[in-house]
């Protein structure tokens, strides 16, 4: 069964550093999504891309925050100088219609 | 703001019994829903999706959908303790792309 893939599953960076998440969705999927899950808190919506640019994103993602598909396959997520309020996982979804599926997870420790 | 709201739990059954997980939604205008399954330290995982109102089953779950009481619940029958773990309930933004997650409910099935 296809899946989302992410890289890294771990990425420890210092604060002030720019740090690039990407993520492979599934294959025929058209829809792609960025959300954070800071730990004991909920799941928060990024930013969703379609037919290459950003379709809608949250008060969160600001101008620290950009996204990316550099290929066919790939779709990035870079936080330019990050803060320890960073630390997060980060997941990557994507979807062909409605239905959402979820890749493994970057764990960002922002130190 | 939009809120989803669960119940933290824990939720306790005991294997074989009948779990029931609640959600509430501020905007009536919501059209689509979404049960996930988190396991602890892994990505939410998509269950089953409802956007009519009334009962729609799949396997042992069934998503049931009020939108007059703006009311979403996901049954679980014939609980296992392999279903311990946090469920998510989800609304999609009307722009058709974000998903806006409740902090999720904690089920503890107990053999």
Redesign the interface.
Known sequence: EPEVTQTPSHQVTQMGQEVILRCVPISNHL?F?W?RQILG?????LV?F?NNEI??K?EIFDDQFSVERPDGSNFTLKIRSTKLEDSA?Y?CASSFD????????TRLTVT | QKEVEQNSGPLSVPEGAIASLNCTYSDRGSQSFFWYRQYSGKSPELIMFIYSNGDKEDGRFTAQLNKASQYVSLLIRDSQPSDSATYLCAVISNSGYALNFGKGTSLLVTP
């Open positions: 829809y999504y959300y808190q909920k799941v928060e919506f969703s379609y379709s809608e949250s996982m997941f409605v239905e959402q599926y979820f890749g493994p997870g």
